[in-house]
Each structure stands twice: as structure tokens, then as C-alpha cells.
């Protein structure tokens, strides 16, 4: 515990600080990436880039070893990860355009077909028994122990490269996700993009390897955004939550890795970012299950109390308890069950307001059967004044409007 | 090929002057496209022009490939033949002259984003790379949500609006772009009275101010009120040209065949016929 604390505040030596510090801008880029990836509905994608990553690893590693002496250079395996990473990529690119196979059965035949050719040449090298491969299944699980210091630099410069270009281009990533087909006919260049946005995300694969393992990187990509989704509606506000939910968990998953030197560092990381998402879950005021609860509970006062009043207007008993309790506490309704005076008028306005949501019904049934709160908010707060305005019309068509002149059959 | 001396090509047969400087005058001429989606051809050798500064509605039964013909000639789709010239320039070097306006259903409308981002959107090619909307462009967007009947509305999420709501947002994008054609596939689909008529409103105002503007249009009722030239096609170009030459009985079905029921030809080429 005191270890964890002591790494938690950067107090841990200088190493451990280095590698928190690593962990936490490699989540704060792969947050960020991630709410792209997300919202352009390529998750699975980032699970064949990380798989595919392991052939190339293991053959860097042999190449190095044979050759050169030294296999566990990490640019070196890094660099052999990218480019099997980006043949994948390619691969599953390839079979969607030159075959009708869709692309999740593409990407479950790269996958694997490139884990397995991974695993097989992993134990090809356990059989070579050559010095330093005990490093390698690091790169499964993650394993930020024994990390040198050279390397938690690399990983935390190149992780802050992929967030500033990440940031930078947030807007053409918006638009690429949000409406692909307006983009291409803006003129920017789709293919290029999407080419953009994968190689960010092959990026953040390769460098999040050695802490948090080609197996669970995903997580870190996926999570982040995937929680922060529960808090905001804006993309801005969206990439800055994801990152900061990749930082802190991974920041605090390497912190306990530190402490626990045993556990795999990825392991833990995943653990604490799922716990981000658990919370945002629960508690969000704006997409969590509390807040949906709590929004029910309201929404079916309202209905309570609309049907209420509308009981009222039309002369109607009013029979259920929990209406009756409702219009009570609102103070339309007496002790003795009888409509007060703010109940008559308030029953009047909301009779009306239903009349005008039962005409919108009765006229554009396809419109309104896609609205959420039609008939449980005034009519004027969800729909555009001009439409309101032809249904006011509609109701009382005596009434002649200036500059309102409706041409035949349009209305 | 039918009608072609009434459509914008006239041009190219009436003036005496060079081609090339003929061709600068047409806002959007297509030639010999053909498409095909797994080697079956969804349009066939259409060329056309566009005249200038009309709203022009282009019809068809479904499957005729009217949004398919928009998509390819902008280049968004491949296709197997034919190209597309803006002013007389290829079309890949005139995008920014051009605004479209896609199917409102080919959008996930749960995207994190408020109805004045999506407009923002139709500005970001003159905002630029790397830099962010300032007040001005917000200003701009504000006044393209004005001119649909859309401002009230310009910060809620785009999930929540209506589909005529989020249809004018799609429009209100459109006009941010300030192009000098406007091509809109389907813009009246799904939409209430009110919007129909907000929109048919801006597309006059559009044509008024001098645009080239080119719809998708379902509903053969309307297009004698709100258009003034039509394109008709199916699968092939039938006729293009004014709505009181080209809006018959005989072109109609010859793109609608047996499709359309002969009272309802009847009802709609009354008035040509008178």
C-alpha cells in the first residue's frame, strides 16, 4: 500500500515516476484516438491491428537476435510491430474491397490467422533458448517492471506526438465520422483520413505494447471513450474526458503495478479504466442509469399530471392515487377531490397543447412517431414555431394570419 | 437524349460563340456516366446539364438511380464511365463551388454534436486545418439556422430533434457553404407541412439569388408547383427541360412504364394538355 502511494505521488524513484508518467500520456492519446475509432464504428478494427502486431514482434526479435545481437532493442520490435500491424491493416482493407465478405469476417480471419502465426514463432524462440526472450511475453500482458529509462521516454513522447496530432485534426476527424459522403464532397480527401486516423491508432498500439500488452490495448482505446460517452454530447468536450479517463486509469494501473510487481501491468490498467466506466455508468447526469431512472420517475409524474389535468378539463373523475396525490401537491386539486382554480386554467392550456400534439399526430404520423416527448412537453419547446403555427391554424382556422397565405395543396 | 434542345445544353447549339467559353456558363454538366453496382449498371450513358440559376427536380421511379446519379457525379461512388464538369472544370477542382446535401438517413443522427456543430461543419473548409470556429463562423452558422426556422433550436443534440428538424439543419449546413450549386438528394423525405414549406422557401430564395440548385424528388404532385425544369430518369436520361414541355403524360411514362396508374398521368399532365 505504502509502495502504491509512494508511485501514486511520484515518489517512488525516478524510474517508476518516468513510467507512470509514460502510462498516463499513452492513455491520454489512445483516449483520445479511441472516441474516433468509436464513433466511427471501428472498434474491432484496433483488435486486428494489436493482434497482428505479435508476428512482427517475434520475427523483430529473432532478426535482431541473429543478426545483430541485441533483440531486445524495443524501437527495433516496435518497429517490427508496426509493420506487421500495418499489414494486417492492409490485408483486411483488401479482402473488403476485393471480395463481398463484410468487414468484421475480414477482421476475424486476419486476426487470428496473425496471432497464430505470433504464438508459433513465440515458441519457436522459447526453443531457440537464446538470453533476453523472457522479455517477450511481456508484450502480451504488458509488463512495465524492469522498464528502462530510455524506453518510458520513448513511449511518453511518442504517445504525446499521437495526442497533439489527434487534437489538431479533430475537426476533419468529426466530420469524417459524423457524414462521411459530405466530407468527400467538401473535397477532403476521405480515404486519406480514415488512412490518418487508422495510422494514429496503429501508432498508439505499437507504443502502448510494452505497458499494456498487445491483448488488452484494445481495452485502452475502447474504454475511455466508451465511458466518457456517458458525460457529454459534444465531441470536444467527448476527446477531452476519454483522455483524461485513459490518463488518470492508466496512471493509476502502472502506480499499482509498481507496488505489485508481479501483476501484469495491462491487467491492472484494464481494471481501473473498467471502473471508470462503471462510475460514469451509474452516476452520469447525462446518459447514466441513475439519471435515466430518475428521469423516468419524472417522466411518469408528467404523464400523471397531464392526464390529470386533462380529467379536469373534461369533466372526468380523476380515480388513481397516485394522479390524484400528484395534482394535490401541485395544488390543482383540493382536499375534497375538486379541481382548484389554477387547476381549471392549467387544464385548459394543456388541453389545448394536446389538441395541437393530437393534430400533429393525425397529420405526419411517420414525423411524430420517430419524437421523443411528443405530448409530454408543450408543443412549442419541441417542435419548430412555423409547424406549431399551421397546427394552430389547423385548430382554428378562423383565424386568418398576415402573410400566412398557404399555396393549395402544400399544407 | 430526348428534349435535348430544351435542356441547358441549348447553349452549346444556339450561341454561335466557342465551346469553351459556353462551357464556363454551365454550373454542372454531367457526360456518359454509367454506374454499376456488382457489373449491374444502375445508370447507363446519362449525360445532362443543368441550367443555370433554376430549380430543377429530378424524378424517377424508384430505383432509377437519382441519387445514385448525384452520388457519382460528384465522385463519391465509382463509377465506370462519364465525368462531371463545374463551369467548365473538372469536377474534383470544384467542390467548393458545389453544396450538397445527403440523405438525411445516411447519418447515425446519435453523433455527440448540436444542431449549430453540424451546421459549423459547412464552414470548416474556409475555417482551414488546424485552427477552430471563432465567433464570426458561429455567427454564420446562427444565421443559416435563422433562415430554416431553426434557431431556437441550435443547441440541442441532433438525436433529439425531428426528422423535418434535422432535415433543415442539413440545409441550414448547405447554405453555410454559400456555393453556386447545390445539389440535394431527397431533402423533402419524411418531413411535415411546415418544413416542406420552409424548405421549398429556401430553395426559392437559392434560385432567386442567382443558384443552380438540383433536388431529388419523390412526390410527382408537387413538382409543377416548386420546380421550374425537371430531369427525368430511369436507369437512362428520358427528357430534361422546363416543367411545361418536359412534365407530360408521354415522358412520364416512359420513365414510370405501367407504374404509374393513367388517371393519375392524367391528373398531373392536366394542365399541359389545356
Known sequence: ?411 | MHDRSSSGLHLLHDTNTSKAVSSQDLPFTVQGMTVAYHHKPVLWGVSYSAPKGCLTAIIGPNGAGKSTFLKAALGLIPKLSGDTKVFGAPIEKSLKRIAYVPQRSAVDWDFPATAIDVVLMGLYGQIGWFRWPSRKHRQKAMDCLKSVGMQDFANRQIGQLSGGQQQRVFLARALAQNSEVYLMDEPFAGVDAATEKAIVAVLRQLVADGKTVLVVHHDLETVRDYYSHILLLNGQHVADGPVETTFTAENLQKAYGGRLASTQLDGLSEASNA
Open chain 1, 1 to 411: 500500500m505504502e509502495q502504491f502511494f509512494a508511485a501514486l505521488t511520484l515518489s517512488a524513484g525516478y524510474n517508476t515516476a518516468l513510467v507512470c508518467i509514460g502510462a498516463a500520456l499513452l492513455g491520454a492519446a489512445s483516449g483520445a484516438i479511441g472516441v474516433f475509432v468509436l464513433l466511427r464504428k471501428r472498434t474491432l478494427i484496433s483488435d486486428a491491428v494489436s493482434h497482428a502486431t505479435l508476428p512482427g514482434v517475434a520475427l523483430a526479435f529473432i532478426i535482431a537476435q541473429v543478426y545483430f545481437d541485441s533483440g531486445r532493442s524495443l524501437p527495433v520490435l516496435l518497429f517490427g510491430a508496426a509493420l506487421s500491424a500495418g499489414i494486417g491493416v492492409l490485408a483486411v482493407d483488401w479482402i473488403k474491397t476485393h471480395t463481398r465478405l463484410t468487414e468484421d469476417a475480414a477482421i476475424g480471419t486476419v486476426l487470428s490467422t496473425f496471432f497464430a502465426v505470433g504464438m508459433v514463432l513465440l515458441t519457436i524462440i522459447q526453443s531457440m533458448s537464446i538470453a533476453g526472450q523472457a522479455g517477450l511475453e511481456g508484450f502480451l500482458l504488458g509488463a512495465t517492471s524492469g522498464m528502462l529509462k530510455s524506453e518510458a521516454l520513448t513511449i511518453s513522447v511518442a504517445a504525446a506526438l499521437v495526442g497533439l496530432a489527434v487534437v489538431l485534426r479533430m475537426k476533419e476527424f468529426s466530420l469524417l465520422c459524423f457524414d462521411e459522403s459530405f466530407a468527400a464532397a467538401c473535397g477532403y480527401n476521405v480515404r486519406w483520413l480514415d488512412r490518418t486516423l487508422l495510422l494514429l491508432l496503429l501508432g498508439i498500439v505499437v507504443i502502448g505494447l510494452k505497458t499494456v500488452g498487445l491483448v488488452l490495448i484494445i481495452a485502452l482505446a475502447i474504454i475511455p471513450p466508451v465511458a466518457a460517452r456517458f458525460w457529454t454530447d459534444r465531441v470536444p468536450v467527448l476527446v477531452a474526458i476519454a483522455a483524461g479517463i485513459g490518463a488518470s486509469g492508466s496512471y493509476i494501473g502502472a502506480a499499482l503495478s509498481a507496488s505489485a510487481p508481479n501483476m501484469p501491468t495491462g491487467g491492472l490498467i484494464v481494471l481501473v479504466l473498467f471502473s471508470f466506466f462503471v462510475v460514469s455508468l451509474l452516476i452520469s447526469p447525462v446518459r447514466g442509469i441513475l439519471a435515466a431512472a430518475l428521469k423516468h420517475y419524472r417522466f411518469q409524474r408528467i404523464v400523471h399530471l397531464r392526464q390529470g389535468l386533462l380529467a379536469i378539463a373534461h369533466d372526468e373523475p380523476v380515480l388513481e392515487p397516485l394522479t390524484r396525490s400528484i395534482l394535490r401537491r401541485g395544488g390543482f386539486m383540493g382536499g375534497d377531490g375538486q379541481p382548484t382554480v389554477k387547476g381549471q386554467s392549467e387544464a385548459r392550456l394543456i388541453e389545448r397543447d394536446q389538441k395541437l400534439w393530437n393534430l400533429y399526430r393525425e397529420m405526419h404520423p411517420e414525423e411524430s412517431h420517430a419524437l421523443a416527448d411528443w405530448s409530454l412537453k408543450p408543443i412549442g419547446e419541441v417542435l419548430p414555431a412555423d409547424t406549431v403555427r399551421v397546427l394552430e391554424q389547423e385548430l382554428s382556422p378562423h383565424v386568418v394570419r398576415g402573410g400566412e397565405t398557404s399555396r393549395g395543396g402544400a399544407v
